[in-house]
């Protein structure tokens, strides 16, 4: 089994920036895709970004397109979400997962098998 384990969350204003981390606790997170998403206060796990084993592709939510990067390191079995330009709309629980082998889609939370605790992210006004 491969546990996510996030970290990098905080508080920041509008406009700033904040990277959060991904670390594997188990077996490596090489050879899997991963994935990040986000629940607010009332609202159901949504979308964030993903990225395939390789790195070669990723891909993301229209509200993040062009604010947050999502890359991985294998060698460190770390993945990462840089988010910049971060807006109050961006407050939540961020999540780390674990993709199963599919060629289902991205984008859904169904095709993940392992997920991180979650980590705080709150932007103020």
């Known amino acids: 089994q491969v546990q996510p384990v996030e970290s990098g969350g905080g508080f920041v204003q509008a406009g700033g920036s904040l990277r959060l981390s991904c670390a594997a606790s188990?077996?490596?997170?090489?050879?899997?895709?991963m994935g990040w998403f986000r629940q607010a206060p009332g609202k159901e796990r949504a979308f964030v970004a993903a990225?395939?084993?390789?790195?070669?592709?990723?891909y993301y939510a229209d509200s993040v397109k062009g604010r947050f990067t999502i890359s991985r390191d294998n060698a460190k079995n770390t993945v990462y979400l840089q988010m910049n330009s971060l807006k109050p709309e961006d407050t939540a629980v961020y999540y780390c997962?674990?993709?199963?082998?599919?060629?289902?889609?991205?984008?859904?939370?169904?095709?993940?098998?392992?997920w991180g605790q979650g980590t705080q992210v709150t932007v103020s006004s």
């Open positions: 997962a674990v993709r199963r082998y599919s060629t289902g889609s991205y984008y859904s939370p169904a095709e993940y098998i392992y």
């Open positions: 188990g077996r490596t997170f090489s050879g899997y895709g």
């Open positions: 990225i395939i084993w390789s790195g070669g592709n990723t």
